[in-house]
């Protein structure tokens, strides 16, 4: 009797973990991005803090989602428990 999952469950597993991380980062990226643009145009900043900031935002976003897959392995990036 084995304990060990089948490939085709860690595969899956893999996949949904991984299409969850994406849209996590992306979306913080582009919610970053975007406020920073909200900021940056009144107070005369360049475009390029905005995206500066939407990458630092999407790589802490990338960075949570490994510590929560590295915590609790589930197919989700989240850190809530139970999703």
Same mark, same amino acid.
């Given at each position: ?8 469950? =860690? ?10 991380? #994406?849209?996590? =980062?992306?979306?913080?990226?582009? $919610? ?6 909200? =900021?940056? $145009? ?20 990338? #960075? ?18 139970? =999703?």
């Amino acid at each position: 009797m084995s304990t060990f999952p089948t490939t085709e469950t =860690v595969v899956k597993t893999a996949g949904a973990y991984a299409r969850d991380l #994406l849209e996590r =980062v992306l979306s913080t990226f582009l $919610q970053a991005f975007i406020g920073g643009i909200a =900021v940056t $145009q009144p107070l005369d900043g360049s475009m390029w803090y905005a995206a500066a900031a939407g990458g630092v935002g999407a790589a802490l976003a990338l #960075l949570k989602g490994i510590v929560a897959r590295w915590r609790d392995v589930t197919n989700s990036a989240s850190l809530a428990k139970g =999703v």
